[in-house]
């Protein structure tokens, strides 16, 4: 089955402790982009990659770290997490740059992170 | 500062009914403009999804209609259906970025 991973899907933890959510696709896909999702601001873009080792800032990068070392993983680090960080975290990922409705951005199920 | 400005934040309609959500846009460099669907737990999933040459396309009970010069799009749900209850989201993409709008909680009452 065509999917996008994402674990842990729930992480409570507390300030400054490092931590890494992983996402995973196995659809051979090039772009892979992690968002946030917050009450009353939508889905906000935080890193994406083209392709492995190609990886650029989305619209809020601050405090956060990616890596594409592989071509079906791409996991999102917070070197030191705060509480401002709290939020629903939704991997996606796509053949070229998710913007043909024949190839769009298949998201992963979330991972709800709680930064105490 | 919201690329996308997206109305109402929330939705009911009877069964049967047309919602419509509403977005705007300032960045004219936006070329690509998708609709995606949430339900609980769930990730999106993208809907339907128009480009600014074109002004209206439907797929299915979905329309888009696009108003380029008014900067301005919105979803139309014809015949609306309680499965339809959901959060839909707007968003507008230039190269490799998206920005999505804030959302709207629609529930269709049977």
């Known amino acids: 089955e065509a999917q996008v991973t994402q674990n842990p899907r729930y992480l409570i933890t507390v300030t400054g402790k490092k931590l890494t959510v992983t996402c995973s696709q196995n659809m051979n896909h090039e772009y892979m982009s992690w968002y946030r999702q917050d009450p009353g601001l939508g889905l906000r873009q935080i890193y994406y990659s083209m392709n492995v080792e190609v990886t650029d800032k989305g619209d809020v990068p601050e405090g956060y770290k990616v890596s594409r070392k592989e071509k079906r993983n791409f996991p999102l680090i917070l070197e030191s997490p705060s509480p401002n960080q709290t939020s629903l975290y939704f991997c996606?990922?796509?053949?070229?740059?998710?913007?043909?409705?024949?190839?769009?951005?298949?998201f992963g199920d979330g991972t709800r992170l709680s930064i105490l | 500062q919201q690329q996308v400005k997206q109305s109402p934040q929330s939705l009911i309609v009877q069964k049967g009914g047309i919602p419509i959500i509403n977005c705007a846009y300032e960045?004219?460099?936006?070329?690509?403009f998708p609709w995606y669907q949430q339900f609980p737990g769930k990730g999106p999933a993208l809907l339907i999804a128009i480009r600014p040459d074109v002004s209206e396309k439907k797929e299915g009970r979905f329309t888009i209609s696009f108003n380029k010069s008014a900067k301005q799009f919105s979803l139309h749900i014809m015949d609306s259906q309680p499965g339809d209850s959901a959060t839909y989201f707007c968003a507008a993409s230039t190269g490799n970025q998206f920005y999505f709008g804030t959302g709207t909680s629609l529930t269709v009452i049977p």
């Open positions: 960045n004219t460099a936006f070329d690509y």
């Open positions: 996606a990922s796509s053949h070229t740059r998710g913007r043909l409705e024949s190839q769009p951005q298949h």
